[in-house]
C-alpha cells in the first residue's frame, strides 16, 4: 500500500549478520510526553519534570541547547534551590529512560561546552556476549512523531498520485494522541511550536478530505472535518470542503448551516464577508447544481478555484508576485527546505549575502507554496525604507509599507491602530507574507514580525535578509553560491541558459563547457555575478570572457584585501560591467539608484536626463535604459499600468556608490524631489475633475516616489518643498483614506526652515485642523485662518489666483469641524461662505461649488437647511458637467439626507446607489462605506434582510480596515437593529454595546425612525 512503509514499526535488529545492528526508539510529543522503542512498545517517562526536559530537547533535536534555556523552559520563573544540581540530576534521570527504552540508549544525550544535546543517532556501547564473544555494535537512532508528521505532510503535497497522497495523509493524522505536548501546552516557550502543529493539522484534514471527496467518499470527508470545523468557523478552506461533503451526503441543510454560520463568524469577529469561492459555492449549493456531485476535476474545481480571480471584488485586488522575464533554474533542494521549514515555525529567513538569489528563490518559493495551498501570497520590499529611521518609530514604517502593498487603508489614525488592524487582516486571510530585503531595517521588521506572528497561525512569513531577524523560533536558512564544480553543475545550467538569452548559437561542445564551468568557479557560482557575465557573450565568446575576468578577479583577491573572496567576486563582476559602459548607461544607472524604487519611462527621463549640456541628452534616456536591461543591470518589471524599472539590491548599492563619486547626489536628489512637486501639484488640480480616478490610481503607485521626495526635503531642510509636497498630497490622502501619519508629515513639514508665506500657514491650518477634536479646536483653527488670510495677503505683488484659490480651499476644510458642533456652528457657517464666495469671485465655480457642498451636507446632517451657492448657481450642475465624481457624492449625500427628511425613499435609494458606485469607482473608501450602510438600512426597512446582511458586512468590514470608527459604529447600529428584528436579542444587545456613536445614532434614526435597538436611549 502506497505510504504504508511510514507505519510500519521498525525492527531493532534489522542489520546484517556481523555488522551493526539498528534500533531506533521515538519520542512522542503530539499527546502525552512519552517514549517508544524500535519494537512499538510505549515506555512513560515517570516525572514530570523529566517528561519536560525531554520536550526541552527535542523541540531542538540534534542542536545544542544551553543550561540556563534548559532551565527556563523547565522551571521558568519557579527555579529551584539550586537549578544547576537539579538540572543535572533530571537529566541522569532521562538518561536512564532512554536506557531502559533502548539499550544504550543514554548515548543519545551528550553535554559539551555549548550546553546539551539530544542527538539524532549515536553508537551504542558494545556489550559482552557469552563466553566474551562480542555483540555486533548498535547504532542507534531517534525520530520525533511532530517532525515524522511534518515530513509526511510534506511527501503528501509533493505526491501526484491521489492514492498515495491519501494515504501519507491518513497516516500523518493517525499519529495524533490528542493535544501535543499534553500538560506542557500553557508553556509560553512552546505556543509557537504548539501553534504550527494545530495549524498543519488543520491542513492535512483539510487535503485529505478533498482528497477523499475526489475519489467519492463525502461520509468519510465529513467524518474527519466535523470535529475541526466546530473549532474553526472562520476557515474558509475548511467551509468549502465540509459544504461540499455534506451536499454530496445528501446533507443539504446541513451544508447551508455551515456556510451561515461561516459567515456570521467571520461578520461578529472580523466584520468581513466570505470570500468569493465560499459564496460562489453556496450559491451552487443553493441552486442544486447537479455538477457538485460529480467529481471536481470533471467539472469546474471547487478547490482549485480557476476562476476564483473573476470573482474577487474590484475594491480588493489580488496581490502579485513579482515577474521576472528569465526563468528559475535549480535550488530544488532550497525550495524543498524552505517548504519543510515553513511546516516547523512561521517565520522562515533566507540568509546571504547580495547577488546569491535569496530574492528569486523566496518568490518561487512563494509561487509554489501559494499555487499548493490556493492561499494569498504577498510580496513587500524593504529596500524603500531607508536605513535610519526617526527614533521610536517601533514597526510602523513596515507596517505601513505592508499596508500599502497588500492595499490596506487607513483613515484618522495612527501606526498602533494601523498594526493591529494590519494583523488582524493577515492573520484573517492567512497565507505567505514576503518581505524582502530586511538587513538594513532588521530591528523594525523583527517588531512587526513579531507582532503579526504572536496574534495568530494562520500566517507565515518568509524573509530575505543578510543578517537574522533574531526572533524565537526563527528558523534560518544559509543560501550558498550554486554548484560550480562541473560541467553539469548548477551554475554551469545557470549561465548557459542565461547566455542563449542574448546569444541563442552558443556552442555547447566539450571545450565550451569545460571553460564555462571554469568561468563559473572564478565567479563563485554567485547568480548575480554569473548573470553579469552571461550578457557579455554577446560581444565575447566563453574563453575570452574567463580571460578577461581571470585577470580582473586575480587583481582583486589580492591578500591583503579584507573583504569575503564571494563579496570581492560579485564587487569585481560589477567594477568588469560597469567598465563595460559608456558614458550615458553609467550615468544612468548611476542616477537611477538615487532612491531604492521603481520607476516610468517618463519619470526616468524626467528626473536622470540632463540639459542640452549634459551627458546624457533626454533622446539617450531610452537606448540607454534598454542597454542597461540587456546587460541584467536594470530589471524590467511588467505591471497593469505598464513596464516599469528598477535595480536589483546589490546594483543599486554599488549604482548609490558611484553616484557620490561623481558628486551628483544631491543634484539629482533634487531634481527627483522636484519632479514630483510638481506631478503632485498637478495631481490637486486634476482630483477634484472628470480624471479623478486617473490621477488617484497614478499617485498610489508612486506613493515610494513621494515618501522619498518628501523625506529627502525634510533631511536637507529644504522647507519649501517639504511644504509644496505635503500640501499638495493631502488632499489625495484625504479622499483615500491614505492618512497614516499625514499629521506628523505635517508637522515636520512646518519645522523645516523656510519662507513663512502663505503655503506653510495652509501646513499650520492642517495641523490645526487634525491635531485637536471638533469643538476643542475651535480657537486654534481661527487664529491659524487669521494667519493664512494675512500671509496670502502681503504676498510682494499680492496673491496670485492659485494661492488664493489654495487659501480658499483649506479654508472651506477648515470649516468643517466648526460645522459639527453647535457652539462653532455660526461661526462654521462664516467660514465656509467666505471661501464659496471667494471661490466665485475669482471664477472658479467648480471649486465653490465643491466647497459649498461640503457646507451644506454638514449643515443638513445637524438638522439645519441648506444655503446653496450664491447668484442662483446649481452646484449639482456645476459638477456634473466638470465630471468631479467626489464633489458629486457629497451632492447626492445632501440630495439623501433632504429625501429622507421628505419621506421620499425612492430618490433616497436612488442617490445610495449612485454615490456607492462612484465611491468605489474613485476609490474613495470612507465614502463607500458610508453608502453601503445606507443601502443596508433601506433594504432592513423594506424587509430584505438577505440585502441588508450584504451592505451592512460589507460596511462594517470596510470601515473596520480603513480605520473610520464613525461609519464602522454606523454599519454595526444597523447590524444590531437587524439581529433584533430577527429576534436575536442578545446579539443585538451586544452589537448596540459596542457601537457607542451619537453621530451613528442620528444617522440610523434619519433612516429608521423608530429603531428599537435605539428605544432606551
Given at each position: 500500500?502506497?505510504?504504508?512503509?511510514?507505519?510500519?514499526p521498525?525492527n531493532?535488529?534489522a542489520?546484517?549478520?556481523?555488522?551493526?545492528r539498528?534500533?531506533?526508539?521515538k519520542?512522542?510529543?503530539l499527546?502525552?510526553?512519552?517514549?517508544?522503542t524500535?519494537?512499538?512498545?510505549?515506555v512513560?517517562?515517570?516525572?514530570?519534570k523529566?517528561?519536560?526536559?525531554?520536550?526541552?530537547?527535542a523541540?531542538?533535536?540534534?542542536?545544542?541547547?544551553?543550561?540556563?534555556?534548559l532551565?527556563?523552559?523547565?522551571?521558568?520563573?519557579?527555579?529551584?534551590?539550586?537549578?544547576?544540581?537539579?538540572?543535572?540530576?533530571k537529566?541522569?534521570q532521562?538518561?536512564?529512560?532512554?536506557?531502559?527504552?533502548?539499550?544504550?540508549?543514554?548515548?543519545?544525550?551528550?553535554s559539551g561546552?555549548?550546553?546539551?544535546?539530544?542527538?539524532?543517532?549515536?553508537p551504542?556501547?558494545?556489550?559482552?556476549?557469552?563466553?566474551?564473544a562480542?555483540?555486533?555494535?548498535?547504532?542507534?537512532e531517534?525520530?520525533v512523531?511532530a517532525?515524522?508528521?511534518?515530513?509526511?505532510?510534506?511527501?503528501?503535497?509533493?505526491?501526484?498520485?491521489?492514492?498515495?497522497?491519501?494515504?501519507?495523509?491518513?497516516?500523518?493524522?493517525?499519529l495524533?494522541?490528542?493535544?501535543?505536548y499534553?500538560?506542557?501546552r500553557?508553556?509560553?516557550?512552546?505556543a509557537?511550536e504548539?501553534?504550527?502543529?494545530?495549524?498543519?493539522?488543520?491542513?492535512?484534514?483539510?487535503?485529505?478530505?478533498?482528497a477523499?471527496?475526489?475519489?467519492?467518499?463525502?461520509q468519510?470527508?465529513?467524518?474527519?472535518?466535523?470535529?475541526?470545523?466546530?473549532?474553526?468557523?472562520?476557515?474558509a478552506r475548511?467551509?468549502?470542503?465540509?459544504?461540499?461533503?455534506?451536499?454530496?451526503a445528501?446533507r443539504?441543510?446541513?451544508a447551508?448551516?455551515?456556510?451561515?454560520?461561516?459567515?456570521?463568524?467571520?461578520a461578529?469577529?472580523?466584520?468581513?464577508?466570505?470570500?468569493?469561492?465560499?459564496?460562489h459555492?453556496?450559491?451552487?449549493i443553493?441552486?442544486?447544481d447537479?455538477?457538485?456531485?460529480?467529481?471536481?476535476?470533471?467539472?469546474?474545481?471547487?478547490?482549485?478555484?480557476?476562476d476564483?480571480?473573476?470573482h474577487?471584488?474590484?475594491?480588493?485586488?489580488?496581490?502579485?508576485?513579482?515577474?521576472?522575464?528569465?526563468?528559475?533554474?535549480?535550488?530544488m533542494?532550497?525550495?524543498?527546505?524552505?517548504?519543510?521549514?515553513?511546516t516547523?515555525?512561521?517565520?522562515v529567513?533566507?540568509?546571504?549575502?547580495?547577488?546569491?538569489?535569496?530574492?528569486?528563490?523566496a518568490?518561487?518559493?512563494?509561487?509554489?507554496?501559494?499555487?499548493?495551498?490556493?492561499?494569498a501570497?504577498?510580496?513587500?520590499?524593504?529596500?524603500?525604507?531607508?536605513?535610519?529611521?526617526?527614533p521610536?518609530?517601533?514597526?510602523?514604517?513596515?507596517?505601513r509599507?505592508?499596508a500599502?502593498?497588500?492595499?490596506?487603508?487607513?483613515?484618522?489614525?495612527?501606526?498602533?491602530?494601523?498594526?493591529?488592524?494590519l494583523?488582524a487582516a493577515?492573520?484573517?486571510?492567512?497565507?505567505?507574507?514576503?518581505?524582502?530585503?530586511?538587513?538594513?531595517?532588521?530591528?523594525?521588521?523583527?517588531?512587526?514580525?513579531?507582532?503579526?506572528?504572536?496574534?495568530?497561525?494562520?500566517?507565515?512569513?518568509?524573509?530575505?535578509s543578510?543578517?537574522?531577524?533574531?526572533l524565537?523560533?526563527?528558523?534560518?536558512?544559509?543560501?550558498t553560491?550554486?554548484?560550480?564544480?562541473?560541467?553539469?553543475?548548477?551554475?554551469?545550467?545557470?549561465?548557459?541558459d542565461?547566455?542563449?538569452a542574448?546569444?541563442p548559437?552558443?556552442?555547447?561542445d566539450p571545450?565550451t563547457?569545460?571553460?564555462v564551468?571554469?568561468?563559473?568557479?572564478?565567479?563563485d557560482?554567485?547568480?548575480?555575478?554569473l548573470?553579469l557575465?552571461?550578457?557579455?557573450?554577446?560581444?565575447?565568446?566563453?574563453?575570452?570572457?574567463l580571460?578577461?575576468?581571470?585577470?580582473?578577479?586575480?587583481?582583486?583577491?589580492?591578500p591583503?584585501?579584507?573583504a569575503?573572496?564571494?563579496?570581492?567576486?560579485?564587487?569585481?563582476?560589477?567594477?568588469?560591467?560597469?567598465?563595460?559602459?559608456?558614458?550615458?548607461e553609467?550615468?544612468l544607472?548611476?542616477?537611477?539608484?538615487?532612491?531604492?524604487?521603481?520607476?516610468?519611462?517618463?519619470?526616468?527621463?524626467?528626473?536622470?536626463?540632463?540639459?542640452?549640456?549634459?551627458?546624457?541628452r533626454?533622446?539617450?534616456?531610452?537606448?540607454?535604459?534598454?542597454?542597461?536591461?540587456?546587460?541584467?543591470l536594470?530589471?524590467?518589471?511588467?505591471?497593469?499600468?505598464g513596464?516599469?524599472?528598477?535595480?536589483?539590491?546589490?546594483?543599486?548599492?554599488?549604482?548609490?556608490?558611484?553616484?557620490?563619486l561623481?558628486?551628483e547626489?544631491?543634484?539629482?536628489a533634487?531634481?527627483?524631489?522636484e519632479?514630483?512637486?510638481t506631478?503632485?501639484s498637478c495631481?490637486?488640480?486634476?482630483?477634484?475633475?472628470?480624471?479623478?480616478?486617473?490621477?488617484?490610481?497614478r499617485?498610489?503607485?508612486?506613493?515610494?516616489?513621494?515618501?522619498?521626495?518628501?523625506?529627502?526635503?525634510?533631511?536637507?531642510?529644504?522647507?519649501?518643498?517639504?511644504?509644496?509636497?505635503i500640501?499638495?498630497?493631502?488632499w489625495?490622502?484625504?479622499?483615500t483614506?491614505?492618512?497614516?501619519?499625514?499629521?506628523?508629515?505635517?508637522?515636520?513639514?512646518?519645522?523645516c526652515?523656510?519662507?513663512?508665506?502663505?503655503a506653510?500657514?495652509?501646513?499650520?491650518?492642517?495641523?490645526?485642523?487634525l491635531s485637536?477634536?471638533p469643538?476643542?479646536?475651535?480657537?486654534?483653527?481661527?487664529?491659524a485662518?487669521?494667519?493664512?488670510?494675512?500671509?496670502?495677503?502681503s504676498?510682494?505683488?499680492?496673491?496670485s489666483?492659485?494661492?488664493?484659490?489654495?487659501?480658499?480651499?483649506v479654508?472651506?476644510?477648515?470649516?468643517?469641524?466648526?460645522?459639527?458642533?453647535?457652539?462653532?456652528?455660526?461661526?462654521?457657517r462664516?467660514?465656509?461662505?467666505?471661501?464659496?464666495?471667494?471661490?466665485v469671485?475669482?471664477?472658479?465655480l467648480?471649486?465653490?461649488?465643491?466647497?459649498s457642498?461640503?457646507r451644506d451636507?454638514?449643515?443638513?446632517?445637524?438638522?439645519?437647511?441648506a444655503?446653496?451657492?450664491?447668484?442662483?448657481?446649481?452646484?449639482?450642475?456645476?459638477?456634473?458637467?466638470?465630471?468631479?465624481?467626489?464633489?458629486?457624492?457629497?451632492?447626492?449625500?445632501?440630495?439623501?439626507?433632504?429625501?429622507?427628511?421628505?419621506?421620499?425613499?425612492?430618490?433616497?435609494?436612488?442617490?445610495a446607489?449612485?454615490?456607492?458606485?462612484l465611491?468605489?469607482?474613485?476609490g474613495?473608501?470612507g465614502?463607500?462605506?458610508?453608502?453601503?450602510?445606507?443601502?443596508?438600512?433601506h433594504?432592513l426597512?423594506?424587509?430584505?434582510?438577505?440585502?441588508?446582511?450584504?451592505?451592512?458586512?460589507?460596511?462594517?468590514?470596510?470601515?473596520?480596515?480603513?480605520?473610520?470608527?464613525?461609519?464602522?459604529?454606523?454599519?454595526?447600529?444597523?447590524?444590531?437593529?437587524?439581529?433584533?428584528?430577527?429576534?436575536?436579542?442578545?446579539?443585538a444587545?451586544?452589537?448596540?454595546?459596542?457601537?457607542?456613536?451619537p453621530?451613528?445614532e442620528?444617522?440610523l434614526?434619519?433612516i429608521?425612525?423608530?429603531?428599537s435597538?435605539?428605544?432606551g436611549?
Amino acid at each position: 500500500m502506497p505510504g504504508a512503509e511510514v507505519m510500519r514499526p521498525r525492527n531493532a535488529a534489522a542489520g546484517t549478520r556481523g555488522g551493526p545492528r539498528l534500533g531506533r526508539m521515538k519520542i512522542e510529543v503530539l499527546g502525552p510526553i512519552r517514549l517508544r522503542t524500535s519494537t512499538g512498545q510505549a515506555v512513560e517517562v515517570r516525572e514530570r519534570k523529566v517528561r519536560a526536559v525531554l520536550a526541552a530537547l527535542a523541540v531542538d533535536l540534534s542542536d545544542a541547547v544551553p543550561a540556563d534555556t534548559l532551565i527556563d523552559r523547565v522551571w521558568g520563573g519557579d527555579l529551584p534551590a539550586h537549578p544547576t544540581r537539579v538540572l543535572q540530576a533530571k537529566l541522569s534521570q532521562l538518561r536512564s529512560a532512554l536506557d531502559e527504552t533502548e539499550p544504550g540508549g543514554r548515548a543519545l544525550l551528550s553535554s559539551g561546552p555549548g550546553g546539551h544535546r539530544l542527538s539524532t543517532s549515536a553508537p551504542a556501547p558494545a556489550a559482552g556476549g557469552s563466553g566474551g564473544a562480542q555483540e555486533p555494535e548498535r547504532e542507534l537512532e531517534v525520530e520525533v512523531d511532530a517532525e515524522e508528521f511534518r515530513q509526511l505532510i510534506v511527501r503528501a503535497r509533493g505526491s501526484e498520485a491521489l492514492a498515495e497522497r491519501t494515504e501519507l495523509l491518513r497516516a500523518a493524522l493517525q499519529l495524533w494522541r490528542g493535544e501535543p505536548y499534553a500538560e506542557l501546552r500553557d508553556a509560553t516557550w512552546l505556543a509557537p511550536e504548539i501553534g504550527q502543529l494545530h495549524e498543519l493539522r488543520l491542513e492535512a484534514a483539510e487535503s485529505l478530505a478533498e482528497a477523499l471527496l475526489e475519489v467519492g467518499q463525502a461520509q468519510e470527508s465529513v467524518t474527519v472535518l466535523e470535529p475541526l470545523a466546530a473549532h474553526h468557523p472562520l476557515r474558509a478552506r475548511l467551509t468549502r470542503a465540509l459544504m461540499l461533503a455534506l451536499h454530496r451526503a445528501h446533507r443539504h441543510p446541513d451544508a447551508l448551516g455551515v456556510y451561515e454560520r461561516h459567515r456570521r463568524h467571520l461578520a461578529e469577529e472580523l466584520g468581513a464577508d466570505p470570500d468569493p469561492e465560499t459564496s460562489h459555492l453556496h450559491v451552487r449549493i443553493l441552486q442544486q447544481d447537479p455538477r457538485l456531485q460529480d467529481r471536481p476535476q470533471d467539472h469546474d474545481s471547487v478547490f482549485h478555484r480557476p476562476d476564483a480571480a473573476a470573482h474577487r471584488p474590484e475594491a480588493a485586488p489580488a496581490p502579485r508576485l513579482p515577474v521576472f522575464a528569465s526563468s528559475f533554474l535549480g535550488r530544488m533542494p532550497e525550495l524543498r527546505e524552505v517548504e519543510l521549514r515553513l511546516t516547523r515555525s512561521p517565520l522562515v529567513t533566507v540568509l546571504g549575502i547580495g547577488g546569491v538569489g535569496k530574492t528569486r528563490l523566496a518568490v518561487r518559493a512563494a509561487e509554489l507554496l501559494s499555487e499548493k495551498s490556493g492561499d494569498a501570497a504577498w510580496f513587500v520590499d524593504l529596500s524603500s525604507l531607508d536605513a535610519c529611521p526617526p527614533p521610536d518609530t517601533g514597526p510602523a514604517r513596515v507596517a505601513r509599507l505592508v499596508a500599502e502593498s497588500i492595499g490596506l487603508t487607513q483613515l484618522r489614525e495612527e501606526s498602533r491602530d494601523l498594526l493591529d488592524r494590519l494583523t488582524a487582516a493577515l492573520q484573517a486571510t492567512g497565507g505567505l507574507l514576503l518581505l524582502d530585503n530586511c538587513e538594513h531595517v532588521a530591528d523594525e521588521a523583527a517588531r512587526f514580525a513579531h507582532a503579526v506572528l504572536s496574534a495568530g497561525n494562520a500566517l507565515k512569513i518568509l524573509a530575505t535578509s543578510r543578517e537574522p531577524l533574531g526572533l524565537p523560533g526563527e528558523q534560518r536558512l544559509a543560501l550558498t553560491p550554486l554548484s560550480a564544480q562541473a560541467p553539469d553543475d548548477d551554475a554551469v545550467t545557470f549561465f548557459l541558459d542565461r547566455a542563449r538569452a542574448v546569444t541563442p548559437d552558443l556552442p555547447e561542445d566539450p571545450h565550451t563547457l569545460a571553460v564555462v564551468a571554469e568561468l563559473c568557479r572564478r565567479l563563485d557560482g554567485l547568480p548575480l555575478a554569473l548573470e553579469l557575465a552571461a550578457a557579455q557573450t554577446a560581444a565575447l565568446d566563453p574563453t575570452r570572457l574567463l580571460d578577461r575576468l581571470t585577470d580582473r578577479l586575480d587583481l582583486l583577491s589580492r591578500p591583503e584585501r579584507g573583504a569575503p573572496r564571494r563579496q570581492q567576486t560579485l564587487r569585481g563582476m560589477l567594477d568588469w560591467s560597469w567598465s563595460l559602459l559608456d558614458e550615458p548607461e553609467r550615468v544612468l544607472l548611476r542616477r537611477l539608484a538615487v532612491h531604492p524604487v521603481s520607476w516610468t519611462v517618463e519619470t526616468v527621463e524626467s528626473v536622470c536626463a540632463d540639459s542640452q549640456d549634459g551627458p546624457l541628452r533626454c533622446a539617450a534616456v531610452v537606448p540607454a535604459l534598454v542597454s542597461l536591461v540587456d546587460r541584467s543591470l536594470v530589471v524590467a518589471e511588467p505591471t497593469e499600468h505598464g513596464t516599469r524599472y528598477r535595480l536589483l539590491e546589490s546594483v543599486g548599492a554599488y549604482a548609490a556608490e558611484q553616484l557620490r563619486l561623481a558628486g551628483e547626489r544631491e543634484h539629482i536628489a533634487r531634481l527627483h524631489r522636484e519632479h514630483w512637486r510638481t506631478e503632485i501639484s498637478c495631481a490637486q488640480d486634476y482630483l477634484f475633475s472628470a480624471h479623478a480616478r486617473d490621477w488617484v490610481r497614478r499617485i498610489r503607485a508612486e506613493r515610494a516616489h513621494l515618501r522619498h521626495a518628501f523625506a529627502e526635503a525634510v533631511a536637507v531642510q529644504d522647507g519649501a518643498a517639504a511644504v509644496d509636497l505635503i500640501l499638495a498630497w493631502f488632499w489625495h490622502r484625504w479622499i483615500t483614506g491614505e492618512t497614516a501619519g499625514l499629521l506628523d508629515e505635517l508637522r515636520q513639514a512646518a519645522a523645516c526652515p523656510g519662507p513663512h508665506d502663505g503655503a506653510h500657514a495652509q501646513v499650520q491650518v492642517l495641523i490645526a485642523v487634525l491635531s485637536g477634536s471638533p469643538g476643542e479646536s475651535t480657537a486654534d483653527i481661527l487664529e491659524a485662518l487669521d494667519r493664512l488670510r494675512a500671509r496670502t495677503e502681503s504676498s510682494p505683488g499680492g496673491p496670485s489666483h492659485r494661492a488664493q484659490r489654495s487659501r480658499l480651499q483649506v479654508q472651506w476644510f477648515a470649516a468643517t469641524p466648526l460645522l459639527v458642533v453647535p457652539e462653532s456652528r455660526a461661526q462654521g457657517r462664516q467660514v465656509a461662505g467666505e471661501a464659496v464666495e471667494g471661490l466665485v469671485a475669482l471664477g472658479d465655480l467648480p471649486a465653490a461649488a465643491f466647497a459649498s457642498t461640503q457646507r451644506d451636507w454638514f449643515l443638513l446632517d445637524a438638522g439645519e437647511p441648506a444655503v446653496g451657492m450664491p447668484d442662483g448657481h446649481d452646484a449639482e450642475q456645476i459638477l456634473r458637467e466638470h465630471g468631479d465624481d467626489y464633489g458629486l457624492t457629497q451632492v447626492l449625500g445632501m440630495r439623501h439626507i433632504q429625501a429622507e427628511r421628505d419621506g421620499d425613499r425612492e430618490v433616497s435609494a436612488a442617490a445610495a446607489r449612485e454615490a456607492t458606485d462612484l465611491s468605489r469607482r474613485l476609490g474613495a473608501r470612507g465614502e463607500e462605506c458610508f453608502w453601503e450602510a445606507i443601502q443596508g438600512l433601506h433594504a432592513l426597512d423594506a424587509g430584505d434582510h438577505t440585502g441588508a446582511h450584504g451592505h451592512l458586512d460589507r460596511s462594517l468590514a470596510l470601515g473596520r480596515t480603513i480605520g473610520s470608527d464613525i461609519e464602522a459604529g454606523f454599519a454595526t447600529l444597523g447590524l444590531a437593529e437587524l439581529a433584533a428584528r430577527e429576534g436575536d436579542q442578545a446579539r443585538a444587545a451586544a452589537l448596540r454595546d459596542s457601537a457607542v456613536s451619537p453621530t451613528a445614532e442620528r444617522w440610523l434614526r434619519r433612516i429608521l425612525s423608530e429603531p428599537s435597538v435605539l428605544s432606551g436611549s
